[in-house]
């Protein structure tokens, strides 16, 4: 008799494992379903209010450059100035740069989303 | 989507949302809605086995869902998934090093977060209908072993099984949600299935 290959027992245990899983989801209780409803209201309530969180997403990030604009001012203009002539820039960059860094981080992605042809469950075609 | 803006800041807006007005604001809100109503039972599981806390894990998952929509509504529908799972899963990665900082500052204050391993996912488990209690203690007591296993693998490999095995997705979306290549999550989850085999051994269920 033939053993079985690496392969099948690991495709076994995925699927004992996806049933037992399976199973715990059933068995939530409705105190987290609940929970869990009142989340997805929530959350389609910021479709339905016309992204108002987002208007004032917007202004963060202006209120936040106009606060390290002033900090990096206060800093330049200091009486100690003509001691420190570099990292006051520097600050000021790092300030700065939170937004971006993030962005940087997501444009590998977001480049794979364009070259990938998502079908409709979500695979690539 | 804008992806010529990409190399500029407003890239983040741009991609964030498409036109949505009137019945084409209630058609997606409808869509979304199935979505995460399709969606979100499976990922409080997931999350919940990540940081092994039923409250951490409903706020994790809501943060995820508001993220999708304010973010990602206008985005096609196929693609929602993955994009859910990658929100979740950076989600569940900050929640781990904020978890990190406050189990230092714990440390340095003396306490050392005794009894947050004892979360018990089986006590938070309802009683299941139609089932003996000799069943359903044998399939909770072998899903407590799953989910620890789980818990303890390294974060790629317990990304990469949860969101194959457990959530179902491919390669592709896997690699979506991981923010990784294809390569790595293949790695990542045959590992992961080894070290589960071999920690729970041939009869843990």
Known sequence: MNEPNDNDVNEEFATQAKELFDDSVERLDAAALSRLNQGRHAAIEQLQSGHSANVWGRWV?????AAAALVAVMVMRGPEMDD???????DFEILLEGESLEMFEDLEFYSWLEAADLDANGNVG | MDLIGASTGVFAVSCTRESLSGAGTLQRERQLNQFLADVERRALRIAEIAVR???EALDLVQDAMIKL???YAGRPDAEWTPLFYRILQNGIRDWHRRQKVRNRVMVWFGRC?????HYDPVAHAPDPAGRSPDEELQTGQAMEKLAGAVHALPTRQREAFMLR???GLDVA?????MGCSEGSVKTHYSRAVHTLRD????HWR
Do not use: H, Q, W
């Not at chain 1, 990030?61 to 450059?65: C, F, L």
């Not at chain 2, 977060?113 to 391993?117: L, M, T, V, Y």
């Open chain 2, 113 to 117: 977060g005794a009894g947050e391993d």
């Open chain 2, 53 to 55: 806390d039923r409250d």
């Open chain 2, 165 to 167: 095995t457990f959530e």
């Open chain 2, 69 to 71: 929509v304010n973010n």
């Open chain 2, 199 to 202: 920690k729970l051994g041939e």
């Open chain 1, 61 to 65: 990030p202006a209120t936040g450059i």
């Open chain 2, 173 to 177: 979306g896997t690699a979506v949600a």
């Open chain 1, 84 to 90: 420190m002539p570099a990292e006051p820039v520097t």
